[in-house]
C-alpha cells in the first residue's frame, strides 16, 4: 500500500509512546476523516456548527454547554480569559492588558506546574493572567490554597495528567470545595483523560479535552462545563481566541470524533493492546540486564504499559541509549521516556498500527543482543538527551 509519508521523505515511525503532538497526536478515526472531508468544500455558519459542537460536548460529557478551539492549550488561556472578562466585549478586546481588572490572579498547585510541550504556567499567562502557585512542588494542603485566595483571585486550575506530581496534593473534590466556598471558578486541565464526565460531576466549572488524542479527532480542544462560564470563554474567540481559532473541519472532526468514542466498544482494542504486551515482556524476559512490569495508567485511564527497566552494567547499554537506538532507523520506534534518566521507558501499545507490534519485538530483541556483544558500552550522559531539543531548535531548520 502506498504510504504517504514514503512519498514525503518522511520515516516510517512507530509511536510506541502514546498520544504526542510531536508524532502527529493520533491516527484520526474514519468518523473524523469522513467529517472533515465532507464540511470542508462547503461553506457554514460557524456559530451555528459551534452550538451543534455545544449540544454534542453537553451529551457526552454530561454538562451544559462547550466548544471547539485550537487545542486544550488555547482552552485553557480562553477560559481562564473569561473569568477575569466576564461578557464584558470591550474586556476581551483589551486583553491580555489586565491592569483595570480587580481580579487576575490564578491559583495552581506547584506540584501542577508541568510542561505538556510548552510550560502551562504560560498557558494561563497568555490571557494576561499572573500565576500564583499553591503549595511546593510535593506538598499543597487545604490551608495553602486558602490561603492563597484573595478579593484578587480568578480562578484556580486543577490539572489531572501523569506529568503531575501524584502523592501529597490536594485532590480535586476539595480544591473544588474550598474555591467554590470562596466564590472562585475551578477549570479542570484533564486534556488526556478518557473519563469525560467525572471532573465535570465533582464540580469543575470547565473542563478541557483534546479531540486529537484518545478520540482520535483532528486536531482541537474541547471546551466543556456550565454554560455561563463557557460563554464567557467562548467570547474570546473575537479577541485573543482569533490566534487560537479552528476551522470548520476540526469542530466538525470533533464533533464525529466525540460521537464516536460514546459508541466504541474498548474491549477489542484492550485485548489487542494487552497482547502486544505480553509478546514483548517475552522478548525482554529471555535478556539480560532488562526486567519488564505490566503497569496500570497512573491517572487510571484504562490502559497499562510495559515499564522496561535497563541495568546498564549487565545490558552493556543505559535505558536511554537504548531508546535512542530504537529511534533511529527506517522504522524508528519512539517510546514513553518521560522518566528515562530514572533507567527505564514505557512501552504504550495504544498507539500501535497493524503488524508494528512484532516490528518492536524484533527491534527490542536485536538491540540489546547488538549491545551485548559490542566492544564498548553505551553509556552516554543523559544531560546529551536532555539538552538535544534545545540544540535542535538552535539549527531549525538545518
Ligand atoms: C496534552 C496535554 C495538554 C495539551 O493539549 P493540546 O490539546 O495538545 O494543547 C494540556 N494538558 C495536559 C494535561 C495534556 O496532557
Redesign the pocket.
Known sequence: MNDIRTDLGLRLVINAAGTM?ALGASIAVPQAIDAASAILGQFVEIGELQKLASRTISDVCDTEAGFVTA????G?TLAVAGTMTGIDLGAVERLPDTSAFSKSQVLIQSGHL?N??AP?EQSIRLAGASVVPVGQATTARRYHLESAITERTAAAVY???H?TVQYGLIELAEFVEVSHAHGVPVIV????EYDLKSFLAAGADICLY?A??FMGGLTA?IVAGRVVPVRHAYAQNIGIGRGMKVGKESIYGAIAAMRAWARRDHAPDRARQESHLALWARVLAERPGVRAEILPDPTGNPLRRLRVFVSPDTARITAWDLADSLSTGERPIIVRDDEIDEGYFDLDPCNLQEEEEHVVASRLGETLDAALKANLPRHTPVSDRHNRTAMALSHWPD
Not at 487545542?71 to 488555547?74: N, P, R
Not at 486541565?189 to 488526556?192: F, G
Request: net charge neutral; glycine share 10%.
Open positions: 503532538t487545542s486544550s492549550a488555547a485553557l508541568i505538556y510541550g502551562i490539572v489531572v495528567s506529568h486541565d484533564a486534556a488526556s483534546s486529537h488524542k480542544g
